[in-house]
């Protein structure tokens, strides 16, 4: 029986949470085009007669200009360092830079078994493929050889490098054994029927704000956070059940605010209409979505909106 933690890691918009939504059948983590989709690590679990994998979905490696981005960074370093090995994600490419580097450093202090996965493979040639195969073995073998530890150098050598497409569901089975592979022994931390330990009431709140990355434009989206004010199940006079849900989207700015609504609130419509038919997949039953839009300035560098956010930032 194989089990343990693994966490995901890799640049922002490189497919993370999309290989994880794959992997388990099932959609928790929000997908976007937009960079710092994932805010916070994401937990969920996956279990076959092979044992069971605990899939930690991180934020994107990029450099922190805000509290909350600073947050997103300490979550990062403690997933690492509390997971059981590591699966890193990167896109078809030969470029190594100080995100990369950033991600090399990290793996090889951690002496954490891990792999390389590159996704997108749909959408590149096989000879890119095979040079960005060779580019990472390589780099990842010399960041274990300047930074890890004995034992670690020789695992190195044989890091296990696959290619895939988590949208096109492209080698999905031969991820999930090699995943396996690398897990140690272990018992089942959670019941075979879990999934995710995210709340329904979070997994609310992402939906929407999944729906305000993909139609806002421009900076708007990085400046919004979603709050469920209230999340209630009732039952019609038809006897059918029915989940009451009341929450305010935040955005930084009084002028966005106009924008997130949009003329005679045809925006706020749009964002709540394909938020709701999501959460009404989730719930399987129906819901009544109220959304409200509020200014609340600076809110990504104040301590105390970010842990009423649920971005509780590590001491």
Known sequence: ????????????????????????????????????????????????????????????????????????????????????????????????????????????????????????????????IARTKETYSQAYQQAVLELGKAKDIEAAKDV?????????????????QAIFDLLPEGP??????????ETEREIASEYIREKCLLFLDKEIPHGIAVEIMKMKERTTANGEPIVDIEASILCERESHKGIVIGKKGAMLKKIGSNARHDIEEMLDCKVNLKLWVKVRPGWRDNDMNLKSLGYNKKK
Not at 107 to 118: F, Q, Y
Not at 160 to 170: N, Q, R, V
């Open 160 to 176: 296990k490098i696959l290619a895939c497409s988590g949208k096109a569901g492209l080698h999905m089975k031969d991820l999930m």
């Open 188 to 197: 089942l931390y959670y019941d075979p029927d879990t999934l995710t330990d």
């Open 1 to 128: 029986m194989k089990s343990g933690f693994l966490a995901i890691l890799g640049r922002p918009n490189v497919g993370k949470s999309t290989i994880m939504n794959a992997l388990i059948g099932q959609k928790i983590a929000i997908v976007s085009p937009r960079a710092q989709t994932t805010r916070k690590k994401i937990q969920t679990v996956f279990t076959d007669d092979r044992g069971q994998i605990i899939f930690l979905d991180t934020p994107g490696i990029t450099k922190a200009e805000t509290k909350l981005g600073e947050y997103m960074d300490d979550e990062i370093e403690e997933t690492v360092k509390t997971a059981d090995a590591a699966m890193w994600i990167i896109e078809p490419s030969t470029f190594i830079g100080a995100g990369e580097r950033k991600m090399l450093s990290l793996l090889a202090k951690s002496h954490k078994p891990a792999m390389i996965v590159i996704n997108k493979e749909d959408l590149a040639e096989e000879n890119k």
